[in-house]
């Protein structure tokens, strides 16, 4: 208990204490008085006096707080987004803790809560912004061949483009991609083209030669080539993957990604063997076997000649020496020939001759019941009705 400095009939207000949880808050205190139980009481008293009269307030961000005290504490964005709103200049992608003035719980003392997640910001984000923190967008494409008459033409029937193989042959073929992310120093982008096998059990063996029919001295050995005046261009040349063992020809991507991840290229290729040609230096194959599409891919280098494939889709081509009307009429590459095309006719020479059997004997079955249909109803024992009833019954 304080003791009593002021004499009480003095004329001087007298207060009580406004501490909330101060045992003696109906006791009536002199100037002098209060100093005292104030040092003696609550010396914390002035600090939560001007905590409570000054509204919570954000101090600018800091990266690493070097040290903490008194009543602030550590919030994350996330906590500070409900005291302002964000903007492109407030938005940083690397946790950011920021420090918030606030009055501590009466009672108690000052918490310290530390986040490490930073908050979303309302700011544009470009390709290169979603692969840097790695949700990666998913390249695609979109790609147009144009077709020209005798020389390179698409069949609805079969969903194939007819492509004229040969020395002269051409597919002229315009690519668009997106979301292509900016390249760093030392990177380029390739487009490689090489045909693969229809035929599942032949997809492994790759297509690495040209036939001796069409392999010409002094002409390079490979599959899919440039066309002609194409071969110096400087952005062509031919090699065997790796991988595989297939034959490849690879196309540098030259003109500029756009800034929303757009890339656009154009290729001209020829393919100097048929479908029907001996492909493959290690295997002989049959008709089926030989049957290719063309698997096109965007490839990325890195300056240590790392390679990674950011997209592919694939082509139908059907390499012909001539296109004709019978071919864009057919449905299928090939029909069944030989044992195989035996086969297929004993089979549907089958279900033709069970498909009449069952036929006749629904016949019989419908006449031997309207004979005795006919007998019950001049016996009396079913009306006409109830026969036709009958007889219309599954």
């Not at 949880?21 to 104030?38: A, G, K, M, Q, R």
């Not at 101090?59 to 707080?65: E, H």
């Not at 690879?250 to 001996?278: H, K, M, T, W």
Request: one cysteine or more; glycine letters at 4%.
């Amino acid at each position: 208990m304080c003791s009593e400095l002021w004499p009480r009939d003095s004329p001087v207000e007298l207060q009580r204490c406004p501490y909330p949880l101060c045992s003696n808050d109906t006791t009536l205190f002199s100037p002098i008085e209060w100093v005292v139980h104030e040092q003696e009481q609550h010396p914390d008293y002035a600090l939560w006096q001007d905590n409570l009269n000054t509204p919570p307030t954000l101090s600018p961000p800091q990266p690493t707080p070097s040290e903490i005290t008194g009543s602030d504490v550590c919030l994350s964005q996330s906590s500070t987004a409900m005291l302002s709103t964000p903007t492109n200049q407030d938005h940083n992608p690397d946790p950011v803790q920021a420090k918030v003035a606030l009055p501590p719980p009466i009672g108690g003392s000052v918490q310290e809560f530390f986040f490490e997640e930073p908050i979303p910001s309302s700011f544009s984000t470009t390709v290169d912004d979603i692969h840097q923190v790695g949700l990666v967008a998913d390249v695609e494409s979109t790609f147009i061949i144009h077709q020209k008459e005798h020389w390179c033409v698409y069949s609805p029937n079969s969903k194939y483009y007819l492509i004229k193989s040969g020395m002269d042959g051409k597919m002229a073929m315009d690519i668009n991609f997106k979301n292509v992310a900016q390249l760093e120093p030392g990177e380029t982008l390739w487009i490689t083209m090489k045909l693969k096998r229809n035929h599942d059990n032949w997809a492994a063996v790759s297509v690495d030669r040209v036939c001796p029919l069409h392999c010409q001295k002094g002409a390079v050995q490979h599959n899919i080539l440039p066309v002609r005046g194409k071969e110096n261009d400087g952005r062509y040349y031919n090699d065997f993957c790796p991988e595989e063992g297939s034959s490849v020809l690879y196309y540098q991507c030259l003109n500029p990604i756009g800034s929303d991840g757009s890339l656009s290229e154009a290729v001209a290729v020829r393919y100097p063997c048929f479908d029907s040609c001996q492909t493959s230096s290690q295997h002989k194959l049959y008709e089926p076997a030989r049957d290719c599409y063309m698997v096109v891919q965007l490839e990325k280098r890195t300056a240590d000649d790392i390679r990674s494939v950011l997209h592919d889709f694939k082509v139908n081509t059907w390499l012909c020496a001539q296109i004709d009307a019978e071919k864009l009429a057919k449905t299928c590459r090939r029909k069944p020939k030989g044992a195989a095309a035996q086969q297929a006719g004993k089979k549907r020479r089958l279900e033709a001759q069970a498909a009449i059997k069952t036929e006749l004997e629904d016949n019989f079955d419908t006449e031997t019941w309207i004979q005795q249909g006919k007998r019950l109803i001049l016996a009396g024992k079913i009306t006409p009705k109830e026969a036709l009833r009958r007889l219309q019954a599954p």
